[in-house]
C-alpha cells in the first residue's frame, strides 16, 4: 500500500510503472511487440521527441513554452543538406552550422521574451510561423535528400547493436540531468519558475537565464532535427511538425507542472517512451487517426488527474 | 449585553493538517455588540480557526454554532447566509474589476439577468461612506494604494450587512488615518448590534477597541475574559506565556563612522529628488504614511527599479547598483515587505531558497557543490534559530519563521549594506524580538541597516535617525531625542513640527 501511494505521489516514477505495464501487458498478448527489434525500434523514435522535449522541459520549468520546436526542427532538417559544405568529408561543419543556427533562432526567441516582454507563448508561436514561411520560399515544397556522412551515420549506425540516435538522447539526457539537478542555473531556472519576481529580487537575472534557457531549447531541437533528418534521410516542410506537441505531452506526462517551478526531466523521458508505445499499440488496433489523437488527449488528462499533481498548489 | 445568546460559537474544534495538529479543542463565542480580540503569535493557530468559523474549512472534530443551532455541513456560502463577513489578511480583490464591482461580487443585484448597476452603485455609495472611500466607483481596483485595497476589502464585507464581522489583520497596511477611520466604524457597528471578531499584532489597537479576548497558543485557549485592567504587559504575557522584557535592544553607544550610501537628487519610482545618506554602523530609519515612495527608495538603491541621482556614492563606488547582481556584488541585500510574492519561493524548500544567492559562489568546475551548500544551510538555520527539516517548504512556515528565512538567504554574502522593508510585518513578538537584536547586532558589526516600517514604535525605539517620506520627498529627519511617535507622525501627516530639521 505504501509503495503504491509513493508510485503516485511521484510522478516520473508513475509515468515509468506505466511504461513497464503497458510493455509487459501488450507483450504478452500482442505477437510481435516484445522482440527486441520493435522494442529498440520504439525507443529510436522516442528519442527524437526525447531529445525535443529535453529543452522543452528546461522552459516549461522555468514557466515558458517554446512552440517554435517543430519549426526549428524542420529548418536544421531543410537547410542541414544545403549548407554542408562540400569540402568537408566528415559532415561534422554541416552539422555545426546547423545547431549554430538553430541555436540563434532559439536566442532570438529569448531576447524576443527578455527585452520586449513578449510572452514566450507569442514569441515562439510568431517564430514558428515565420520560419514556416521562410522555409516555403527556401524549399519550395519539395524534399531536401542529404547526402551529409555524418547525418547518415546518425541515423543508421548501431554500434554494439544500439542504434546511435539512443545513444545520443543518453548522452543528452545525462547533460539535461545534470543541468537541472547539479548546476546552479538549474536551481535558478526551478527559482524563476516558481516565482520570478522572488528570484530577481534575490540577484537572479531574468535576462541572462531567459536568453541562455531559449537558446539551449533551440539547440536541443537542432539535435533532435538532425537525427530526425539522419533517421529519414530527406528534409521537408512539415517534417517536425509531430514533434511540437508530443514535445509539451511528454513533459506534461513526466509530471512536470506546466505552471513552472516544478518538475524533472526525469519524468520526460518515461513520458516520451509511453506517447511512442501508445501511437504503437493503437497502429496495432488499426485506429484511424482521429481515435488516435482521441486516445493521446484521453491519455494525458487521465494520467493527470491520477496524480492529481497540479490541485497541490 | 452578557446575557444575550452568542450569534456564531466554536465548540471544541479540533483540526490537523497532513497529521500535524494546529487547533487542539478550542472554545470562542463573539456575542452582538462586542468587540472581541484574537490573539496569538503566529502559528498559534488564527486564521484556520478564523477558516472554520468562516466555513472556508470544516473541523475535524467538535462544532460551529449559529444561533444556538449546529450549524452542520457549514461552508462559506451557509456562512454568508448566516450573515458572517471576513476581511481577509490577504486581499481577495479582483484587481481588474472596479470598486463597485468587487464590492458587489458574488452579490450583484440583478435587473433581467444583467447586472443592475445603478442598484449596485446606490448599495456601494453607502458602505463606501462608512469605511470613507472617496474614489470615484467605476475606478480599477488596480489604481488603488494597499492600504485603500484594503479599505476597498471592509466595504466589500459590510456590502452584505453582516451581523458578524470578522477582520483579520485590517490595519496591517493602512496608514494611520485610515486605521481611525476603521476603528470609529468598528465602535459604530459595535452599537448597532454586530458581533466583531479582530485580529491584530497591534497591541495599543486592541487595547483601544476591544473588551474581550481570546488568546491562542500552540492550538489551544490560553486566555479567555475581560479585557478591562489588563495592560499591554499582560496581555503579551498571556500570548507568549512568560514575561517578555524589552522587546527593543538597546542603542549601541559606537558612533557611526564611514559614510556607505550618499545620493543627491534621488528619483526612483514615487521617490522625487531626495538626498539621503546613511553610515557604517547606523540603523536608518524610514517612515511615513503607507505608499509615499518608501519602497521605491529601497527598490531604488537596489537597483531593482529605474532611478536616477546627480550624485552617488554607493560602498565606493560613485554610481547607483544599475540591477540587483550589481547591487549584491557591492554588498547591498534587500529583504522585501511582501515575502509571499516577493521574498520567498514558496513552493521550494527552505534549503533551497536559502542557498539561492549562493549558487554561484559555491559552485565547482559549474557543478554544485552538495556538501557545502547542506554544511551553508545548517549553519544558517542554527543561527537564526530556523528549526525543523530544511527540506520543508517554506509555504509550510508561519510567517515568523519565512521571515527569518527571507533574511538568512543574505547572510553569507556578507552584505555591507541591508535594505529591509517592512521586515516584522505579520510576525509574531518572539521573533520580532529575534529580528530586532539581530538588526542591532549587524549596525555594531560595521553594516548600515536602512529599514522601512509601517509600524510607529518601531522607528522610535530601533532606530538611530528616521527619515520620514511625504508625497515622494523628505518630510523630517530625526535624529536621536527628537525621534518620537508624535514627531514622525506629525511629519508623515504634513503638521509643523518644532524641532524637527527637514
Given at each position: 500500500m505504501n509503495i503504491v501511494r509513493s508510485i503516485f505521489r511521484n510522478p516520473p516514477l508513475l509515468t515509468l510503472t506505466l511504461v513497464v505495464a503497458v510493455w509487459v501487458i501488450a507483450s504478452l498478448t500482442l505477437r510481435g511487440f516484445g522482440n527486441y527489434g520493435h522494442l529498440r525500434y520504439l525507443l529510436e523514435l522516442a528519442s527524437v521527441i526525447g531529445i525535443a522535449a529535453a529543452g522543452q522541459t528546461l522552459v516549461v520549468l522555468m514557466g515558458g513554452i517554446d512552440l517554435s520546436v517543430g519549426a526549428i526542427i524542420t529548418v536544421t532538417a531543410i537547410l542541414l543538406p544545403l549548407i554542408?559544405?562540400?569540402?568537408?568529408?566528415?559532415?561534422l561543419v554541416g552539422i555545426a552550422l546547423a545547431l549554430v543556427i538553430a541555436t540563434c533562432i532559439g536566442l532570438f526567441n529569448g531576447a524576443g521574451a527578455a527585452f520586449?516582454?513578449?510572452p514566450p507563448i507569442i514569441m515562439t508561436l510568431a517564430m514558428a510561423t515565420f520560419l514556416q514561411g521562410l522555409l516555403v520560399i527556401v524549399a519550395g515544397g519539395s524534399a531536401v535528400t542529404v547526402s551529409n556522412p555524418a547525418v547518415i551515420l546518425l541515423g543508421q549506425s548501431r554500434p554494439f547493436g544500439i542504434p546511435a540516435g539512443i545513444l545520443l538522447w543518453a548522452v543528452v539526457s545525462i547533460f539535461v540531468l545534470v543541468l537541472i539537478h547539479r548546476m546552479p542555473i538549474g536551481a535558478r531556472f526551478l527559482a524563476i519558475g516558481a516565482n520570478p519576481l522572488a528570484a530577481r529580487l534575490s540577484g537572479v537575472s531574468l535576462t541572462r537565464n531567459t536568453l541562455l534557457l531559449y537558446s539551449l531549447s533551440g539547440l536541443f531541437a537542432g539535435i533532435a532535427g538532425v537525427l530526425v533528418l539522419g533517421m529519414n534521410r530527406q528534409g521537408y516542410v512539415g517534417i517536425g511538425d509531430p514533434y511540437l506537441l508530443t514535445s509539451i505531452a511528454a513533459v506534461v506526462l513526466g509530471g512536470t507542472s506546466i505552471l513552472g517551478g516544478r518538475g524533472t526531466y526525469a519524468g520526460t523521458i518515461p513520458g516520451a517512451i509511453l506517447l511512442v508505445t501508445t501511437t504503437a499499440l493503437i497502429t496495432v488496433v488499426n485506429a484511424s487517426p482521429g481515435w488516435r489523437s482521441i486516445m493521446f488527449g484521453g491519455l494525458i488528462l487521465s494520467l493527470l488527474l491520477i496524480s492529481g499533481r497540479e490541485t497541490r498548489r | 449585553m452578557t446575557d444575550a445568546k452568542p450569534l456564531l460559537e466554536a465548540r471544541q474544534v479540533f483540526r490537523g493538517f497532513f497529521g500535524n495538529p494546529v487547533l487542539k479543542g478550542v472554545d470562542i463565542a463573539l456575542y452582538p455588540g462586542r468587540v472581541h480580540a484574537l490573539l496569538g503569535e503566529n502559528g498559534a493557530g488564527k486564521s484556520t480557526l478564523i477558516n472554520l468559523l468562516s466555513g472556508a474549512l470544516q473541523p475535524d472534530n467538535g462544532e460551529i454554532v449559529i444561533d444556538g443551532q449546529p450549524a452542520g455541513r457549514y461552508s462559506p456560502a451557509s456562512a454568508r447566509a448566516a450573515g458572517i463577513a471576513v476581511v481577509q489578511q490577504e486581499l481577495s480583490l479582483t484587481a481588474n474589476l472596479s470598486i463597485a464591482e468587487n464590492i458587489g461580487l458574488g452579490a450583484f443585484p440583478r435587473r433581467f439577468g444583467l447586472i443592475d448597476y445603478a442598484t449596485l452603485h446606490r448599495g456601494v455609495r453607502d458602505v463606501c461612506a462608512m469605511v470613507g472611500l472617496t474614489e470615484p466607483l467605476d475606478m480599477p481596483v488596480a489604481d488603488l494604494s494597499l492600504g485603500r485595497r484594503q479599505t476597498v476589502e471592509i466595504a466589500k464585507a459590510l456590502y452584505r450587512k453582516p451581523r458578524v464581522l470578522i477582520l483579520d489583520?485590517?490595519?496591517?497596511?493602512?496608514s494611520a488615518h485610515e486605521a481611525g477611520v476603521l476603528a470609529d466604524l468598528m465602535v459604530t457597528l459595535r452599537d448597532q448590534g454586530t458581533a466583531l471578531l479582530y485580529i491584530s499584532h497591534r497591541l495599543n489597537e486592541v487595547q483601544a477597541l476591544c473588551s474581550h479576548v481570546t488568546v491562542l497558543k500552540d492550538g489551544k485557549v490560553t486566555g479567555n475574559q475581560s479585557l478591562s485592567g489588563i495592560d499591554g504587559e499582560g496581555l503579551v504575557r498571556l500570548m507568549v506565556g512568560r514575561e517578555t522584557g524589552d522587546l527593543f535592544p538597546p542603542r549601541s553607544a559606537a558612533q557611526p563612522t564611514a559614510t556607505r550610501i550618499m545620493v543627491e537628487g534621488f528619483s526612483a519610482g514615487a521617490v522625487k529628488e531626495i538626498s539621503f545618506s546613511g553610515r557604517a554602523g547606523e540603523i536608518v530609519g524610514i517612515g511615513g504614511l503607507v505608499g509615499q515612495g518608501q519602497e521605491d527608495l529601497l527598490l531604488g538603491l537596489y537597483g531593482a527599479i529605474p532611478a536616477k541621482a546627480t550624485k552617488a556614492e554607493i560602498s565606493d563606488r560613485q554610481d547607483l547598483p544599475r540591477h540587483v547582481q550589481a547591487a549584491n556584488a557591492a554588498g547591498i541585500v534587500y529583504v522585501p515587505a511582501d515575502r509571499k510574492h516577493e521574498g520567498l519561493v514558496l513552493p521550494h524548500s527552505i534549503a533551497s531558497n536559502i542557498i539561492l544567492p549562493s549558487l554561484g559562489r559555491l559552485a565547482r568546475h559549474g557543478l554544485r557543490d552538495r556538501s557545502a551548500e547542506s554544511g551553508l544551510i545548517a549553519d544558517l538555520a542554527r543561527q537564526l534559530t530556523i528549526k525543523g527539516d530544511v527540506g520543508r517548504p517554506v509555504q509550510a512556515l508561519s510567517g515568523g519563521n519565512q521571515q527569518k528565512v527571507a533574511l538568512a538567504k543574505w547572510l553569507p554574502i556578507n552584505p555591507s549594506i541591508l535594505l529591509l522593508n517592512d521586515p516584522t510585518r505579520g510576525v509574531d513578538i518572539e521573533t520580532k524580538r529575534e529580528i530586532y537584536l539581530m538588526l542591532r547586532n549587524f549596525a555594531t558589526e560595521g553594516r548600515l541597516v536602512i529599514i522601512a516600517s509601517s509600524d510607529t514604535p518601531e522607528l522610535v525605539h530601533l532606530c538611530d535617525r528616521v527619515v520620514v517620506l511625504r508625497e515622494g520627498r523628505v518630510a523630517a529627519e530625526l535624529e536621536a531625542d527628537a525621534i518620537s511617535e508624535e514627531a514622525i507622525v506629525g511629519a508623515a501627516m504634513g503638521v509643523e513640527q518644532a524641532g524637527a530639521a527637514a
Amino acid at each position: 500500500m505504501n509503495i503504491v501511494r509513493s508510485i503516485f505521489r511521484n510522478p516520473p516514477l508513475l509515468t515509468l510503472t506505466l511504461v513497464v505495464a503497458v510493455w509487459v501487458i501488450a507483450s504478452l498478448t500482442l505477437r510481435g511487440f516484445g522482440n527486441y527489434g520493435h522494442l529498440r525500434y520504439l525507443l529510436e523514435l522516442a528519442s527524437v521527441i526525447g531529445i525535443a522535449a529535453a529543452g522543452q522541459t528546461l522552459v516549461v520549468l522555468m514557466g515558458g513554452i517554446d512552440l517554435s520546436v517543430g519549426a526549428i526542427i524542420t529548418v536544421t532538417a531543410i537547410l542541414l543538406p544545403l549548407i554542408s559544405p562540400a569540402w568537408d568529408p566528415t559532415g561534422l561543419v554541416g552539422i555545426a552550422l546547423a545547431l549554430v543556427i538553430a541555436t540563434c533562432i532559439g536566442l532570438f526567441n529569448g531576447a524576443g521574451a527578455a527585452f520586449l516582454r513578449v510572452p514566450p507563448i507569442i514569441m515562439t508561436l510568431a517564430m514558428a510561423t515565420f520560419l514556416q514561411g521562410l522555409l516555403v520560399i527556401v524549399a519550395g515544397g519539395s524534399a531536401v535528400t542529404v547526402s551529409n556522412p555524418a547525418v547518415i551515420l546518425l541515423g543508421q549506425s548501431r554500434p554494439f547493436g544500439i542504434p546511435a540516435g539512443i545513444l545520443l538522447w543518453a548522452v543528452v539526457s545525462i547533460f539535461v540531468l545534470v543541468l537541472i539537478h547539479r548546476m546552479p542555473i538549474g536551481a535558478r531556472f526551478l527559482a524563476i519558475g516558481a516565482n520570478p519576481l522572488a528570484a530577481r529580487l534575490s540577484g537572479v537575472s531574468l535576462t541572462r537565464n531567459t536568453l541562455l534557457l531559449y537558446s539551449l531549447s533551440g539547440l536541443f531541437a537542432g539535435i533532435a532535427g538532425v537525427l530526425v533528418l539522419g533517421m529519414n534521410r530527406q528534409g521537408y516542410v512539415g517534417i517536425g511538425d509531430p514533434y511540437l506537441l508530443t514535445s509539451i505531452a511528454a513533459v506534461v506526462l513526466g509530471g512536470t507542472s506546466i505552471l513552472g517551478g516544478r518538475g524533472t526531466y526525469a519524468g520526460t523521458i518515461p513520458g516520451a517512451i509511453l506517447l511512442v508505445t501508445t501511437t504503437a499499440l493503437i497502429t496495432v488496433v488499426n485506429a484511424s487517426p482521429g481515435w488516435r489523437s482521441i486516445m493521446f488527449g484521453g491519455l494525458i488528462l487521465s494520467l493527470l488527474l491520477i496524480s492529481g499533481r497540479e490541485t497541490r498548489r | 449585553m452578557t446575557d444575550a445568546k452568542p450569534l456564531l460559537e466554536a465548540r471544541q474544534v479540533f483540526r490537523g493538517f497532513f497529521g500535524n495538529p494546529v487547533l487542539k479543542g478550542v472554545d470562542i463565542a463573539l456575542y452582538p455588540g462586542r468587540v472581541h480580540a484574537l490573539l496569538g503569535e503566529n502559528g498559534a493557530g488564527k486564521s484556520t480557526l478564523i477558516n472554520l468559523l468562516s466555513g472556508a474549512l470544516q473541523p475535524d472534530n467538535g462544532e460551529i454554532v449559529i444561533d444556538g443551532q449546529p450549524a452542520g455541513r457549514y461552508s462559506p456560502a451557509s456562512a454568508r447566509a448566516a450573515g458572517i463577513a471576513v476581511v481577509q489578511q490577504e486581499l481577495s480583490l479582483t484587481a481588474n474589476l472596479s470598486i463597485a464591482e468587487n464590492i458587489g461580487l458574488g452579490a450583484f443585484p440583478r435587473r433581467f439577468g444583467l447586472i443592475d448597476y445603478a442598484t449596485l452603485h446606490r448599495g456601494v455609495r453607502d458602505v463606501c461612506a462608512m469605511v470613507g472611500l472617496t474614489e470615484p466607483l467605476d475606478m480599477p481596483v488596480a489604481d488603488l494604494s494597499l492600504g485603500r485595497r484594503q479599505t476597498v476589502e471592509i466595504a466589500k464585507a459590510l456590502y452584505r450587512k453582516p451581523r458578524v464581522l470578522i477582520l483579520d489583520e485590517p490595519t496591517s497596511s493602512l496608514s494611520a488615518h485610515e486605521a481611525g477611520v476603521l476603528a470609529d466604524l468598528m465602535v459604530t457597528l459595535r452599537d448597532q448590534g454586530t458581533a466583531l471578531l479582530y485580529i491584530s499584532h497591534r497591541l495599543n489597537e486592541v487595547q483601544a477597541l476591544c473588551s474581550h479576548v481570546t488568546v491562542l497558543k500552540d492550538g489551544k485557549v490560553t486566555g479567555n475574559q475581560s479585557l478591562s485592567g489588563i495592560d499591554g504587559e499582560g496581555l503579551v504575557r498571556l500570548m507568549v506565556g512568560r514575561e517578555t522584557g524589552d522587546l527593543f535592544p538597546p542603542r549601541s553607544a559606537a558612533q557611526p563612522t564611514a559614510t556607505r550610501i550618499m545620493v543627491e537628487g534621488f528619483s526612483a519610482g514615487a521617490v522625487k529628488e531626495i538626498s539621503f545618506s546613511g553610515r557604517a554602523g547606523e540603523i536608518v530609519g524610514i517612515g511615513g504614511l503607507v505608499g509615499q515612495g518608501q519602497e521605491d527608495l529601497l527598490l531604488g538603491l537596489y537597483g531593482a527599479i529605474p532611478a536616477k541621482a546627480t550624485k552617488a556614492e554607493i560602498s565606493d563606488r560613485q554610481d547607483l547598483p544599475r540591477h540587483v547582481q550589481a547591487a549584491n556584488a557591492a554588498g547591498i541585500v534587500y529583504v522585501p515587505a511582501d515575502r509571499k510574492h516577493e521574498g520567498l519561493v514558496l513552493p521550494h524548500s527552505i534549503a533551497s531558497n536559502i542557498i539561492l544567492p549562493s549558487l554561484g559562489r559555491l559552485a565547482r568546475h559549474g557543478l554544485r557543490d552538495r556538501s557545502a551548500e547542506s554544511g551553508l544551510i545548517a549553519d544558517l538555520a542554527r543561527q537564526l534559530t530556523i528549526k525543523g527539516d530544511v527540506g520543508r517548504p517554506v509555504q509550510a512556515l508561519s510567517g515568523g519563521n519565512q521571515q527569518k528565512v527571507a533574511l538568512a538567504k543574505w547572510l553569507p554574502i556578507n552584505p555591507s549594506i541591508l535594505l529591509l522593508n517592512d521586515p516584522t510585518r505579520g510576525v509574531d513578538i518572539e521573533t520580532k524580538r529575534e529580528i530586532y537584536l539581530m538588526l542591532r547586532n549587524f549596525a555594531t558589526e560595521g553594516r548600515l541597516v536602512i529599514i522601512a516600517s509601517s509600524d510607529t514604535p518601531e522607528l522610535v525605539h530601533l532606530c538611530d535617525r528616521v527619515v520620514v517620506l511625504r508625497e515622494g520627498r523628505v518630510a523630517a529627519e530625526l535624529e536621536a531625542d527628537a525621534i518620537s511617535e508624535e514627531a514622525i507622525v506629525g511629519a508623515a501627516m504634513g503638521v509643523e513640527q518644532a524641532g524637527a530639521a527637514a
